[in-house]
């Protein structure tokens, strides 16, 4: 299923997504990846949506990635007696761990580990932000705050702590649990929520013995400001600017965002940009003019994927959510300012063979009448070089891993194949020109750019790079075995 645009489209799956009719109708319209919420669903639910996906995988023939995201630690106040308060400012309020219902006056806490953390001084943020409370005095079961914003504090409502690092692991008993299932069941990209350090993906990634591809969720202070320590043991990112922007003033955000998108695509990592891209239409057939702006900067800024949260899972109008993305996609990178910027955002890397080889097919093939680049890949190394080099053609990616062609699913302009073990270089030229042309890219008069690495079938040893015609019989006539 040939796209028509380079970014890819990340549809989450919940309540108003579930049947395989409306999955299918969710690929066919746009997206490339599913996203399975670990915060919701049990997990007989979670493999039912995972067989249905991979059922319209096959009867479509259309390689389709999956990423289960897991909750992380939720961090939330205990219960009142009356089921909320109304908070003013400048009242005092206690936090402890007293196994109380809670007043007026004080609530549960029941995260040791917080007030181990606190300092005078500290902000804690409850309700999504809606409530600023700042910590005047604690100790290792309390903490006496000034309501800074006040607002109705009401049953086990979240609280986020910008301004320290807590000695929370990434991953919960529940996290545990859910990343043993989903791993087991065959997911391509396990997303971990909270990130604050390298450590929580190096534990994740001990966890998951290879079986899927680890992305970090950055939507805490500390994650980024040890972004690049995460991103170095980080497989790909996601931009989670829901508790980011609740932890962080909103106007941080955007430079973040922009910020970490450059870093990713230098590192040549996939990046999703996420929450709230389309949100009036969970109940709206249209979106604000805003929202399709920030989908656009998204895209203008390079980015491999966006995201769609509630807008799929449960709202009232998935399939014209997707559509949507997928045509502002569309519009954005056939204007020319586009071009422009990702060419002008492009960093010159050029550490490897590799790196070389596919900086020249992208230069080869923006100055000459090259229809698309095909790279032979074994684990996405290759595609994932020549998708940071973000050209003007799009990228066949062939390679005999299923795996790998589901995980490459999330990166910028990949159209994956899949192919059978190759053992001469005519060989693979000559399945790159079948899939160019099966694919709609080129016809026999065209010629394609090919990438690949002698041996075969060996991760890291992209060497070669080939100009070739789409006439097999050229290829035949003119190829050495």
């Not at 807590?166 to 990343?179: Q, V």
């Not at 032979?376 to 795996?403: C, D, H, Q, W, Y």
């Not at 709609?440 to 100009?467: C, E, K, M």
Request: include cysteine.
């Amino acid at each position: 299923m040939r796209r028509l645009r380079s970014v890819k489209i990340v549809a989450t799956l919940g309540p108003a997504s579930s049947t395989y009719e409306m999955i299918r109708a969710l690929h066919e319209a746009g997206a490339d990846v599913f996203r399975l919420n670990m915060s919701h669903g049990s997990h007989s639910e979670i493999a039912e949506r995972h067989a249905i996906i991979r059922q319209v995988e096959k009867d479509l023939d259309s390689t389709i990635g999956i990423l289960a995201d897991l909750q992380g630690p939720k961090l939330r106040v205990g219960v009142f007696a009356n089921g909320e308060e109304e908070l003013v400012e400048g009242a005092s309020f206690r936090l402890d761990l007293a196994d109380e219902e809670g007043s007026i006056s004080r609530v549960t806490l029941p995260h040791p580990e917080i007030f181990a953390a606190l300092e005078p001084g500290a902000h804690l943020l409850v309700n999504d932000g809606k409530i600023r409370l700042k910590v005047e005095a604690c100790g290792k079961d309390f903490a006496d705050c000034s309501v800074v914003t006040g607002g109705t504090i009401s049953n086990r409502k979240g609280v986020n702590v910008p301004d320290v690092v807590l000695p929370l692991a990434a991953l919960s008993e529940k996290d545990r649990g859910d990343l043993e299932f989903v791993a087991d069941l065959g997911v391509d990209w396990l997303a971990l929520s909270f990130v604050q350090r390298a450590q929580d993906v190096i534990e994740a990634r001990e966890l998951c013995k290879g079986r899927a591809a680890i992305l970090s969720k950055i939507e805490k202070p500390a994650g980024v400001k040890a972004f690049d320590e995460i991103l170095e043991v980080s497989d790909g990112i996601m931009v989670a600017r829901g508790d980011l922007g609740v932890e962080l003033p909103v106007q941080n955000v955007p430079p973040i965002q922009k910020r970490l998108i450059r870093r990713c695509r230098a590192a040549a990592k996939p990046v999703i940009v996420a929450t709230q891209m389309l949100e009036s239409m969970i109940e709206s057939p249209m979106p604000t003019r805003a929202e399709v702006s920030d989908v656009a900067t998204a895209i203008y800024e390079g980015s491999d994927a966006i995201m769609l949260s509630a807008e799929s899972a449960a709202g009232d109008y998935p399939i014209e959510a997707v559509t949507t993305m997928n045509n502002v996609a569309i519009e954005v990178e056939s204007d020319p300012t586009y071009t422009e910027i990702i060419e002008a955002s492009r960093a010159a890397k050029r550490a490897t063979v590799a790196d070389g080889i596919v900086a020249a097919a992208r230069e080869i093939a923006e100055t000459t009448d090259i229809k698309a680049i095909c790279c032979f890949t074994s684990s996405g190394t290759t595609a994932l070089l020549t998708a940071r080099e973000r050209p003007r053609v799009p990228i066949i990616a062939m390679t005999n891993s299923v795996k790998t062609a589901r995980r490459l699913a999330l990166t910028w302009g990949t159209k994956c194949v899949i192919t059978g073990e190759l053992e001469r270089f005519k060989q693979a030229v000559v399945n790159a020109a079948r899939a160019a042309r099966s694919g709609g890219y080129a016809d026999s008069n065209d010629q394609i750019l090919v990438t690949a690495g002698v041996p075969f079938n060996t991760p890291g040893t992209t060497n070669i790079l080939r100009v070739a015609p789409c006439d097999e019989r050229m290829i035949y006539n003119t190829d050495p075995e």
